[in-house]
């Protein structure tokens, strides 16, 4: 029985704030009751309270990791200041360059092993190779010896600083931890031994800031299990709600991975920070691990937070610099195509952007249809005998798709993504290709990835999907620049439509 058949019981008063735990009525090898000093009460297995935790836990749900490391690390590299400006712009630069050069290599991810000893090669590796940087470009600037010797004592002296002041953090986050006064509610996908004895490892040590919910299957196990489950995969959107889950450990689940994958990028399931546990012997996990069951993170499978921010950023920036410097080639354009088709020079139509919300696309018109229904449901291919010379050319060069810059301004789309469709064609392909509708996670594009693949025209839909979900899924925003340099290169070479 799930947790959607039951009505949820009574909470104790005794207990009222903490959470409800599994019990584990029947008997399972690896999660020994003996070794359990959990002291709370355990609650039916078959039922899960609508629960925020602890009510210190339930205020600091929102709190990342970041939030305490990234200021402390800024502080001790802008030290120096406090006893000296004359190094003020060396300072500043190496202070920015190195949070960059820690953002890059993951220091300021979140980790459920907490230890300054797993971070300490990284942290000095990246800070030895940050401060080389900034002393060869004073060095470049500056002939005095003394001016180098009294900045590199300052940037030392920094250094020691910022890891004194990540010692401090860790200790402050296992406190935090220990004392329940951060945790996140996390559900294990999977009833596996890997899958159990996860959740009494979370159990009985609060370190890892994981209060474990329960654990989630398929309806039908293909192997005999004696793990209670709280609810089946199907379930998983409306559990995530119900227990307001943060966090999931895929663990020995008896799915397919597509079926899996499929289930994870629900929109109510994506904002969850994913982890796994390698199925694969001998498997590497950079270092994290819960218990000695190794963990890895999986990457976000949407674009939010600061990279949805950063990401927004470099559109707008992008963008308002294009349509600035293009401003002669867009109107040469519109004079072509004014002399092509006559007046209206632009050709609005609507398309599907993110979470599936129609807008109106902009383009130079290239053609005529005959009608408004042509127009919505026909697919245009190469060699379309309704595109006339001076539009073919602008097809061929792209130059049509200028406009959509200032879509990107509103923010209907963004530089690089999916390229937009029709709604009825996006009917259509999501009903043919479940991994279709999963392209609209995030903003549609100007160009994409598949598009720079060789993927347009008339190429197979499903080659088009896997292409926008991968780019999804490993965003970056070097990824962003290959494509756009990809993009560039197929201008010039008139691989365009």
Not at 71 to 91: F, I, K, M, N
Not at 227 to 243: E, F, K, S, Y
Not at 421 to 449: I, N, Q
Request: aromatic residues 8%; proline residues 7%.
């Amino acid at each position: 029985m799930s947790i959607l058949d039951e009505q949820p019981p009574a909470v104790d008063p005794e207990h009222e704030g903490r959470v409800p735990q599994v019990t584990e009525t029947t008997e399972v090898p690896t999660a020994s009751t003996a070794e359990n000093t959990d002291p709370r009460p355990d609650l039916d297995v078959t039922t899960v309270l609508p629960y925020t935790g602890s009510p210190a836990s339930a205020r600091t749900r929102g709190l990342r990791a970041w939030m305490l490391t990234a200021p402390v690390d800024v502080a001790a590299l802008l030290s120096p200041l406090a006893v000296t400006q004359q190094y003020w712009r060396g300072t500043l630069m190496m202070t920015a360059l190195t949070v960059a050069v820690f953002a890059a290599g993951g220091l300021y991810r979140a980790r459920r092993h907490v230890s300054i000893l797993d971070e300490l090669p990284s942290l000095c590796g990246r800070l030895l190779a940050s401060s080389a940087i900034v002393v060869i470009i004073a060095a470049l600037r500056h002939d005095s010896p003394q001016y180098l010797v009294g900045f590199i004592r300052g940037m030392a002296a920094a250094a020691v600083l910022v890891l004194a002041g990540r010692l401090l953090t860790r200790e402050i986050a296992t406190l935090a931890r220990r004392r329940r006064w951060v945790e996140h509610n996390a559900i294990i996908i999977g009833s596996g031994p890997t899958a159990v004895e996860l959740a009494r490892l979370l159990r009985r040590y609060p370190r890892y800031g994981l209060r474990f919910v329960g654990h989630v299957d398929s309806p039908s196990p293909s192997t005999s299990s004696t793990v209670p489950v709280i609810g089946t995969l199907d379930q998983l959107g409306h559990l995530v709600r119900l227990t307001e889950c943060d966090v999931l450990i895929v663990a020995d689940p008896d799915c397919p991975e597509l079926v899996l994958m499929e289930i994870l990028r629900q929109p109510t399931v994506a904002p969850c920070d994913l982890w796994a546990a390698p199925r694969l012997w001998g498997s590497r996990s950079h270092g994290d691990h819960i218990g000695a069951i190794p963990i890895v993170k999986v990457g976000d499978t949407i674009l939010s937070g600061p990279h949805w921010a950063l990401k927004r950023a470099s559109d707008v920036l992008f963008a308002g610099s294009a349509l600035l410097l293009l401003s002669p080639i867009l109107l040469l354009c519109a004079s072509l195509a004014f002399v092509d088709g006559g007046r209206g020079v632009f050709f609005r139509q609507e398309r599907i952007g993110r979470h599936g919300r129609p807008f109106d696309i902009i383009k130079f018109r290239t053609m005529r249809p005959r009608n408004e229904q042509e127009s919505q449901t026909n697919w245009s291919i190469a060699h379309d005998r309704r595109v006339s010379p001076i539009g073919r050319f602008l097809r061929r060069t792209s130059l049509d798709e200028l406009p959509q810059l200032w879509n990107i301004l509103k923010g209907d789309m963004s530089v690089v993504g999916p390229r937009p469709e029709r709604p009825y064609f996006v009917e259509k392909f999501s009903a043919e290709y479940p991994s279709y509708a999963m392209r609209h996670r995030v903003p549609v594009g100007l160009t994409g990835l598949a598009q720079v693949s060789g993927l347009r025209g008339d190429t197979p839909i499903s080659d088009r999907a896997r292409f926008d979900n991968y780019y999804i899924e490993n965003w970056s925003l070097w990824l962003d620049a290959k494509v756009l340099l990809r993009t560039v290169a197929e201008v010039f070479r008139g691989g365009g439509r």
